[in-house]
């Protein structure tokens, strides 16, 4: 059983190599500008709130980036001390806080978006386009396996 481990390629560890290693390069870049209270996914966070046209709660956030709830809390809460985010009450229901992008948090969004891109050009090079659309099919449905093999393991729990 030890050799056919063995000689698979696990692509939850390599894709987990690469992932660090992304997210590392991109952190250096951000250390140069004076930016280190802040992690990448921090900045998918604010970028996406940055972009956002309707009103988003964190309820909504743990849809789309799929972090359990109390790592979402506590990168919302960074944000918030580091000034980048801001809670608003909507429609004076103080119990529903809307998630708004500070001034500081656009600073933040346009220098961790241009180390993004800066990271993703460098470490795509030598890649086709035809390659890049590969990788990204690919990648997704290994992410939605993954995803159904999970639900698939908590209803079989549930039996």
Request: glycine share 6%; aromatic share 8%.
């Amino acid at each position: 059983m030890l050799k056919d481990f063995d000689s698979r390629r696990h692509f939850g560890f390599l894709y987990d190599c690469a992932s660090r290693e992304i997210k590392k390069a991109v952190k250096r870049g951000i250390s140069e500008n004076n930016a280190d209270n802040c992690n990448v996914n921090h900045g998918w966070l604010v970028g996406y709130l940055e972009r956002q046209t309707e009103p988003v709660f964190q309820k909504d956030l743990e849809k789309i980036f799929h972090f359990p709830k109390s790592t979402l809390a506590d990168m919302i809460q960074s944000l918030e001390k580091s000034g980048y985010i801001a809670k608003a009450s909507v429609d004076g229901d103080g119990r529903k806080k809307q998630i708004i992008v500070t001034e500081e948090g656009k600073r933040f969004n346009d220098l961790i978006e241009t180390q993004i891109l800066a990271v993703d050009e460098y470490i795509t090079k030598d890649i086709t386009p035809e390659q890049m659309d590969i990788v990204v099919e690919v990648l997704e449905k290994m992410r939605k396996n993954a995803e159904d093999y999970k639900a698939y393991v908590e209803i079989k729990k549930e039996d």
